[in-house]
């Protein structure tokens, strides 16, 4: 990705990450030109992308920066290991915060990359980013009871675990609801 791309300037880097929102012409790309991504990002794509779940949420997204492009950085971010410069997964939120300044966080790392502590680094990054921000108040995650490595980033985030929830997406699977306030993270 060019360093005058608008995505460039909002980029999060951590010891072993480099996180960028995900630009409309990647978005756009992954879904009509799978093949283009790699090349607009100017890193490794493995074909794990294309079977994520954030697939089904990129046309909505794309839409969501057409409509409003100040909402680059409240979407989908991605997850560029920077060793080998190679896309490993993606995280972010569903839209700007709400009217309570409530906000929801996601993410995947591709199994290749799982264990190894990418999803905790990439997501405590992004949510410090996300409480710089003065409207955000309240972040919420859910997550499957047994997706234990999933429960180990939220709790060592410090979020709260709140109670079971029925997700649509997820029929037949128990969810715990989880949130951080703004008031319990360290500054």
């Not at 060019?2 to 791309?5: F, I, Q, V």
């Not at 990450?17 to 879904?31: F, M």
């Not at 074909?47 to 989908?76: C, H, I, N, R």
């Not at 997501?123 to 999933?150: G, M, T, Y």
């Given at each position: 990705m060019?360093?005058?791309?608008p995505?460039s300037?909002?980029?999060?880097?951590?010891?072993?990450?480099?996180?960028?929102?995900?630009?409309?012409?990647?978005?756009?790309?992954?879904?009509?030109?799978?093949?283009?991504?790699?090349?607009i990002?100017g890193?490794?794509?493995?074909?794990?992308?294309?079977?994520?779940?954030?697939?089904?949420?990129?046309?909505?997204?794309?839409?969501?920066?057409?409509?409003?492009?100040?909402?680059?950085?409240?979407?989908?971010?991605?997850?560029i290991?920077?060793?080998?410069?190679?896309?490993?997964?993606?995280?972010?939120?569903?839209?700007?915060?709400?009217?309570?300044g409530?906000?929801?966080?996601?993410?995947?790392?591709?199994?290749?990359?799982?264990n190894?502590?990418?999803?905790?680094?990439?997501?405590?990054?992004?949510?410090?980013?996300?409480?710089?921000?003065?409207?955000?108040?309240?972040?919420?995650?859910?997550?499957?009871?047994?997706?234990?490595?999933?429960?180990?980033?939220?709790?060592?985030?410090?979020?709260?675990?709140?109670h079971?929830?029925?997700?649509?997406?997820?029929?037949?699977?128990?969810?715990?609801?989880?949130?951080?306030?703004?008031?319990?993270?360290?500054?």
């Open positions: 060019s360093k005058n791309h995505a300037s909002l980029q999060i880097k951590t010891p072993r990450l480099k996180l960028i929102p995900c630009p409309l012409d990647v978005a756009e790309a992954s879904i009509f030109n799978p093949s283009l991504v790699a090349e990002l890193a490794g794509v493995p074909k794990d992308w294309q079977k994520t779940e954030v697939q089904d949420f990129l046309p909505m997204y794309a839409q969501m920066l057409v409509d409003d492009p100040t909402s680059l950085g409240w979407g989908v971010w991605l997850m290991q920077t060793q080998e410069n190679t896309l490993i997964g993606d995280l972010g939120f569903g839209g700007k915060p709400d009217e309570s409530s906000l929801e966080i996601g993410y995947e790392v591709f199994a290749a990359y799982r190894q502590g990418y999803g905790f680094e990439a997501v405590q990054a992004l949510v410090n980013w996300a409480f710089s921000h003065p409207e955000l108040k309240r972040l919420i995650a859910h997550c499957p009871i047994d997706n234990l490595a999933s429960v180990r980033i939220l709790e060592k985030l410090g979020m709260e675990r709140l079971l929830v029925e997700v649509p997406e997820l029929p037949n699977t128990q969810v715990w609801k989880w949130q951080l306030r703004d008031l319990q993270i360290k500054k």
